[in-house]
């Protein structure tokens, strides 16, 4: 917070020197626009193109340029390791190792294992029976009883 209110201070002395007043709203648009902007010459142009243009400008674009941290235009180091090491694990899970034994004769016996367990898988599901009518009428009576 101490740097936050010094680099707000010194930008709100030098708008004083170059426009002649300073407003807190004008200094926060002054250092959102140093933070956004890709070099001094580019923040320069963005201040010239609003009207404050001086002998000073381009040395009050390059110092507070160089003060005000900026937004980096890409992913930083440790999101694009994080990336690169989420695309490995998904290349990972489509590859799968073969043993000797499971490749015979030119037939793969690991996707016939796959296919006839998902087929046991299948045959084991609970079925239910629809009620009819007739059997929602019986059970009806029967509770009556």
Known sequence: MGIDYNLKAWVSDKLMSLLGY????VVQYM???AKQAASPADLAGKLVDFGISSS???AFADEIFSRVPHKSSGLNEY???EREAA????????YAVLKADDYIGGE??????????SRK?????????KK????DDEDDEAKCS
């Open 31 to 33: 250092i959102g626009l």
């Open 87 to 94: 695309m490995l694990v998904t290349k990972q899970r489509t």
């Open 56 to 58: 000073d400008t381009r």
């Open 132 to 135: 009819s009518e007739y059997q």
């Open 22 to 25: 300073s407003q807190p709203t």
């Open 121 to 129: 898988i299948d045959s084991h599901k609970k079925r239910f029976r």
């Open 108 to 117: 793969d016996k690991s996707s016939k294992a796959t296919t006839s367990a």
């Open 79 to 81: 999101q694009k390791q």
